[in-house]
Structures are given as C-alpha cells and as structure tokens.
C-alpha cells in the first residue's frame, strides 16, 4: 500500500520547491566540499517489513548530474535512508545514541531523517547540513500532502 497525497509527484513536488536552496549550497565550501548531492524520498506508507527496501523508494533526484561525482552519493544517501528506514529513528542519532541499532553493513552516517514517519536522506554534504537538506525536503513534502489532501476535499 502506497501513500495517497505523498505520492512521487509530491515527492517530486517537495524537492523541485527546495532545489534553489539545494542549488545555491552546492557553490557553498562551507556546506561542503563535494558539489554533488543525491535525495532519496521514502514512501512513508511501506515502512520496514511492509516491502522491500527498493520498493519502498518513492523518488531520488541527483544534483548536478553523476557524471560530476567523485564518490557514489546515492549510494551513501540510500544507505543512510535505510537505517532510518529501519529504526524509525534519524541515522544521526542511531550514530550518536542508539548504536546498538546498527547491523553489520550500515553506514554511521548522518543524513537519513524520519520526520512524521517521512524518512528522507540525503548525501553529499557536510552530514549536518545532509541533516537539514533532508528535514526541508520531508517538511516540503508533509506540506504538498496536506496541500494535496486539501484540494481533495473541494472535489
């Protein structure tokens, strides 16, 4: 079973809103070092045990395009979405709190984020900034939800 309003297309919806933010970071050695990025957006109605983990990927988007990568960011951003896939918990605070959470394979890295059972990651910044590129995706998307919910109810 599938999410009704945070669907791909709020997905898509979500990180097209937050891409000029995402885009300006890119220029910014602060942020981070790398100026690739990759976002992967769960869907947060097939949480852990309900699919597979690959099922459960409702969109990912790469920033600039992967040909400018110098290390595999999706990679990274999908194994940071799977542990807080897995745990219900940001991968940032599994690292810092709960490592007992981690199974042989994981990344201890930050970036994967669960808000309102919304899990986003993303990989290619500094893992702090990693942290709040996703929180601004996930809330983007609760919001094109609620938006989508709302112009529902007029039909």
Known sequence: MSSRFADAESARRAVALALPMLTASLADRDVGESRCMHIVVMDPCRPC??????EAILYEHSLPSRDRWDADYAYYAREKARVAWRTGIDSG???TQSPHRFVAGDILLPGG?????????????NGWYDEAFAHCVAALLRAAAIGRMEASRKT
């Open 113 to 125: 984020i669960v808000l309102d059972g919304i899990v986003v990651a993303v990989s290619g910044a």
């Open 49 to 54: 045990g309900a699919s597979t983990f690959e």
């Open 93 to 95: 605070i599994v690292a």
